[in-house]
């Protein structure tokens, strides 16, 4: 018998087939757009509770309010800084 660890996914198709794939997102988790070519993650909700990942938040609502070029929820940073971020969540 396995066991998963939670955690963040990285999707492994472009941004421009995430819309056709967005009920593949389990539940539990949400979909996120991150840096300058909208990469798709996946990230468990939980982190939606964390101090760091509210600020990301609030990053986001500042940038753009609530629309969201991709449709889902873009983080308006680098994915360098959000792999940072969520590396802390996962391993406090």
């Known amino acids: 018998m396995g066991f998963?660890?939670?955690?963040?996914?990285?999707?492994?198709?472009?941004?421009?087939?995430?819309s056709s794939r967005s009920l593949e997102v389990p539940k539990g988790y949400l979909a996120v757009y991150v840096g300058e070519k909208?990469?798709?993650?996946?990230i468990p909700i939980s982190y939606l509770n964390q101090p760091s990942f509210q600020d990301l938040?609030?990053?986001?609502q500042e940038e753009f309010g609530y629309d969201h070029p991709m449709g889902g929820l873009t983080i308006p940073c680098s994915e360098y800084v959000f792999q940072q971020i969520t590396s802390q969540l996962e391993y406090p």
């Open 4 to 18: 998963r660890l939670p955690g963040i996914r990285r999707a492994s198709f472009s941004a421009n087939q995430a």
């Open 38 to 42: 909208q990469k798709r993650f996946v």
């Open 57 to 60: 938040l609030s990053q986001a």
